[in-house]
């Protein structure tokens, strides 16, 4: 085991296993699938992960991500702002968008879940998930009645 990540591949290896999920093993094996690639394919990686980083803020409506404030849900006319999915993270929101069932819009919470005593993250992403094909989801502006 070396104990500095001062050759390139222990420094990418370093850097991958502190994301969410991967651990050295993990980091490794991508490290290394990484190196084996043309050099475009590590160029476009790197510049995905700078373009995503620098222009992405926070949607001044929802909170989630995005790259345009108010992001492309919020903008969009045929949502309904009637109804509000509370979801805990920014991939909750892409999760439920993936499925095309809601028709509403989101409020982020990032994690903020004091308010809503006895709900967890779970409850909310079911909430959102399972009842967004039948129409009525958590709605935000209806504190304790869900
Ligand atoms: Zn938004």
Redesign the pocket.
């Known amino acids: 085991m070396q104990n500095s990540h001062h050759d390139p591949v222990s420094k990418l290896i370093f850097e991958l296993s502190k994301l969410p999920g991967i651990g050295e093993k993990t980091a490794t094996r991508l490290s290394y699938f990484i190196v084996k690639q043309e050099n475009s394919y590590a160029k476009s990686l790197a510049d995905a992960i700078l373009a995503a980083k620098e222009k992405t803020g926070l949607?001044s409506?929802?909170f989630?991500f995005?790259d345009s404030s108010?992001?492309r849900?919020?903008a969009n006319p045929g949502r309904d702002s009637g109804i509000i999915c509370v979801v805990e993270r920014p991939a909750d929101v892409f999760s439920i968008e993936q499925t095309g069932l809601f028709r509403g819009?989101?409020h982020v919470l990032h994690g903020v879940l004091s308010p809503l005593d006895g709900i967890g993250p779970e409850e909310l992403k079911k909430n959102c998930a399972w009842n967004s094909s039948r129409g009525s989801v958590g709605i935000l502006r209806q504190t304790n009645n869900w």
């Open positions: 949607c409506q929802c989630t995005t108010p992001c849900i919020c819009k989101y």
